[in-house]
């Protein structure tokens, strides 16, 4: 079965400053892996996915993620945050489970931005 | 298109009370997922369903929590009796390659 690890529950970051997100996952063969981003009372939005190709995946929001299978990786990052980039980040994987396709998310990581 | 659509946005009800969350799919998506969202769980898999029906459901919780899908468009999360403990934001959640289109959430407060 597959899982998500996000080891950073909470995170604080300056505006202006950089950012990496962890996520590490457990799955025997090549996953479909997302982000996901959730602003207070809202949904989860889509932030960017890989499916295969490229290794390293933009998204929207000036948001990239770079898959290395070598560590079971998928760390998202942003050169210069802003302070509405203040969330939720969730990473996620989608992989077959008895033949269908079933998406499992990792435990979130909130991302604070000061001044 | 109008994306997944959740009703109703907030529902608040007396524990031992019926408790029904709807939810319309994305068109020509054909799997469905419901989660809760809690501060102490996080994002739980309740259920999922493909091609309308279900296909894991150990996330459920107990038998009070039911979830079906009349038809290929839309689905119910019915919880009876509800408790206290069932006080969450409940997600569903569309797809068709993997990708999932969350709806806005219900939260429920169940006092």
């Known amino acids: 079965a597959q899982s998500v690890t996000q080891p950073d529950i909470h995170i604080t970051v300056s505006e202006g400053a950089s950012l990496e997100l962890r996520c590490n996952y457990s799955?025997?063969?090549?996953?479909?892996l997302f982000w996901y981003v959730q602003s207070p009372g809202q949904g989860l939005q889509l932030l960017l996915k890989y499916f295969s190709g490229d290794t390293l995946v933009q998204g929207i929001k000036g948001f990239e993620a770079e898959f290395k299978r070598s560590q079971s990786s998928f760390n998202l990052r942003k050169p210069s945050v802003h302070w509405s980039d203040a969330a939720e980040y969730f990473c996620?994987?989608?992989?077959?489970?008895?033949?269908?396709?079933?998406?499992?998310f990792g435990t979130g990581t909130k991302l604070q931005v000061i001044p | 298109d109008a994306g997944v659509i959740q009703s109703p946005r907030h529902e608040v009800t007396e524990m031992g009370q019926e408790v029904t969350l709807r939810c319309k799919l994305i068109s020509g998506h054909n799997s469905l997922f419901w989660y809760r969202q809690t501060m102490m769980r996080g994002l739980e898999l309740l259920i999922y369903f493909n091609n309308n029906v279900p296909i894991d459901d150990s996330g459920m919780p107990e038998d009070r929590f039911s979830a079906k899908m009349p038809n290929a468009s839309f689905s119910t999360l019915k919880i009876q009796p509800s408790e206290p403990r069932d006080s969450a934001v409940y997600f569903c959640?569309?797809?068709?390659?993997?990708?999932?289109?969350f709806g806005q959430g219900t939260r429920l407060t169940v006092v």
């Open positions: 996620a994987v989608g992989a077959k489970s008895g033949g269908y396709q079933k998406v499992t």
């Open positions: 959640a569309s797809s068709t390659t993997g990708e999932a289109f």
């Open positions: 799955y025997g063969a090549t996953p479909y």
